[in-house]
């Protein structure tokens, strides 16, 4: 049998979609959680804006002229992020992910980033193995959390959509937390219309790209992020991505009413600063 790795193409959307929600699925099964890609459709909504989009960079794996497998790196920002990586469940097992894995670790080291990151489900031991050879390290336990939109209001806390006059205050303001910006993302998310800041006294405390799955946030205090979460009006995905360790902030959460759907591990290998002030990544990081 004969593995080749190129570049993906939106012609791969349809395979790399089906292999997606195939295999998340069949790992989520074995645990008994959500799939974080409920359906062919959404896999491959996600497959396809990354096949689409000049800020990732895309791997697919051909076995003797199938695909079987395929993984991404998010290019947007400063620090890279990697994934969502799947290979063909009739295909596990056979060394293809570490093969998947590799390219993608030297991509980012062939662009130069300082950093990768990504976030593997915590029941996924076999995801965990192997980045964690591939030089990764766990840095924080992430609780998802999900439930019926809050509608409510903190007093004092104004969010308002986001505009790309924002962008400057925001980078900052994620620097500050970081020390990195994440502007890449965050304008998409602006120009998507997805994107909300959150103000005091004038000024931008933090942002949010959205709440949910494939969104982060970086505020100045948990109060900030307590408003873009209490005002969003859905949380997509399977849910939003908070630091476990952040007890205000998860405690707030289940007193409204908001549940935990399982826990995962945010991973990062070369430059990471611990972050100082409150912030919720996205699934990539």
């Not at 195939?22 to 099964?29: L, P, T, Y």
């Not at 591939?134 to 992430?142: K, M, V, Y």
């Not at 005091?200 to 959205?210: E, F, K, N, Q, S």
């Amino acid at each position: 049998m004969n593995l080749i790795l190129r570049p993906g193409t939106i012609e791969d959307a349809e395979a790399c979609g089906r292999i997606a929600y195939e295999a998340f699925k069949s790992i989520a099964d074995q645990h008994n959680f959500p799939s974080t890609k409920p359906s062919i459709e959404a896999a491959t909504s996600v497959i396809m804006v990354r096949l689409s989009h000049p800020g990732f960079s895309s791997i697919v794996a051909e076995l003797d002229g199938r695909i079987v497998g395929s993984t991404f790196l998010d290019e947007r920002s400063v620090i890279a992020g990697g994934g969502p990586l799947s290979v063909d469940p009739a295909f596990m097992n056979a060394a293809i992910g570490r093969q998947l894995c590799e390219a993608m670790v030297g991509r980012a080291a062939q662009r130069h980033f300082p950093g990768m990151r990504g976030v593997v489900n915590a029941w996924h031991y076999r995801a965990l193995a192997l980045y964690t050879k591939f030089g990764g390290t766990i840095r924080e336990t992430l609780s998802v959390m999900q439930g019926q939109s809050l509608a409510l209001k903190i007093p004092g806390y104004g969010v308002r959509p986001a505009r790309e006059a924002d962008v400057s205050a925001c980078n900052r303001l994620c620097f500050r937390v970081h020390g990195h910006d994440r502007g890449g993302e965050l304008v998409d998310a602006i120009r998507e219309g997805g994107a909300n800041v959150v103000e005091r006294l004038g000024r931008i405390t933090g942002y949010a790209t959205g709440i949910g799955w494939y969104s982060h946030a970086v505020a100045e205090t948990n109060d900030d992020l307590k408003a873009l979460i209490g005002t969003a009006t859905e949380f997509t995905g399977v849910g939003f991505l908070l630091p476990s360790r952040n007890g205000d902030l998860l405690r707030w959460c289940l007193n409204k009413g908001l549940r935990v759907v399982f826990q995962a591990n945010l991973m990062t290998s070369g430059l990471y600063n611990w972050p100082v002030g409150a912030y919720m990544p996205s699934s990539t990081y």
